[in-house]
């Protein structure tokens, strides 16, 4: 959640700003509430559910939903670490030869797209920790197992590079839903083999929309991929939009 460290300004000529770490309380506010952003890092949030916290810990919030919501990569690229606590991923590097990118035709599938990083929790953290018994108890390794697997009950971990035609399809209306996702494959679609590597190219780019949080893009061409996200920080949302504000403070004489 806080693994990368993120600049911001308001004019690209200007002054750029480090955005502060965030706590899991203030992310799993964020998940409540809904407030446009002004530019103001400083600005306080007023809101209820209260958010403790300033406009840049909001931001901050946000970034990391979209991130780990939307950064995918192609499928096959990585695998997961065999016994990692942590529950990491390591390229997926072949025991002869090196890794074969797909073509660009191949990937204008949904199916050869997974996301790359794990999904938060409902506790607003990435990994679960192992639960410990109150002041004044004392946990053998049983209790301690079945009270870690009534947490993985409450809160699973998401299967690591699941494939985004997995996610769960958004409400449209009250009574249509659709795939989270859409993918296309714009630009000239003719493959021919290029003289440098001998592997299928083409001239056509896959481009992936999340309709889960509209402005982010992933794009493929011809082995290289990257993503980019332009919209207004929220993620899609059917229905009531209405996120009252706290009242002021009362003084009391």
């Known amino acids: 959640m806080n693994r990368y460290k993120y600049f911001v300004t308001n004019s690209t000529l200007g002054e750029w700003t480090k955005l502060p770490d965030i706590a899991p309380s203030q992310l799993r506010a964020a ?22 916290g300033k406009e840049k810990h909001y931001l901050r919030a946000q970034i990391a939903r979209i991130s780990h919501s939307t950064s995918l990569i192609p ?22 030869g090196e890794i074969v990118m797909p073509s660009t035709t191949q990937m204008k599938s949904l199916d ?37 697997k009534k947490l993985l009950e409450s809160d699973p971990y998401a299967p690591l590079l699941s494939p985004v035609s997995d996610d769960a399809k958004i409400s449209v209306s009250k009574t249509m839903k ?21 592997q299928k190219v083409s001239n056509g780019i896959v481009v992936v929309k999340s309709l889960q949080w509209p402005g982010s893009i ?7 991929f990257q993503k980019i996200y332009v919209g207004d920080g929220h993620k ?6 209405f996120y009252p504000v706290d009242p002021p403070m009362m003084n009391v004489d």
């Open 31 to 52: 998940r409540l509430i809904r407030v446009l952003f002004t530019g103001d890092l400083e600005r306080k949030i007023f809101t209820n559910p209260f958010f403790e």
């Open 75 to 96: 499928k096959g690229l990585m695998r997961p670490i065999e016994d990692d606590e942590n529950r990491g991923i390591e390229e997926n590097t072949p025991d002869e």
């Open 112 to 148: 050869m797209w997974v996301h790359a990083t794990k999904n938060i929790l409902k506790n607003g953290t990435t990994i679960l920790k192992q639960p410990e018994a109150p002041e004044g108890e004392e946990w053998d390794d049983d209790r301690v197992n079945a009270e870690m």
């Open 178 to 198: 659709q795939s989270a996702w859409i993918c296309r494959l714009a630009g000239d679609t003719t493959e021919y083999i290029s003289e440098q590597t001998r």
């Open 218 to 224: 992933n794009f493929y061409f011809n082995g290289r």
């Open 236 to 241: 899609y949302e059917q229905g009531s939009t």
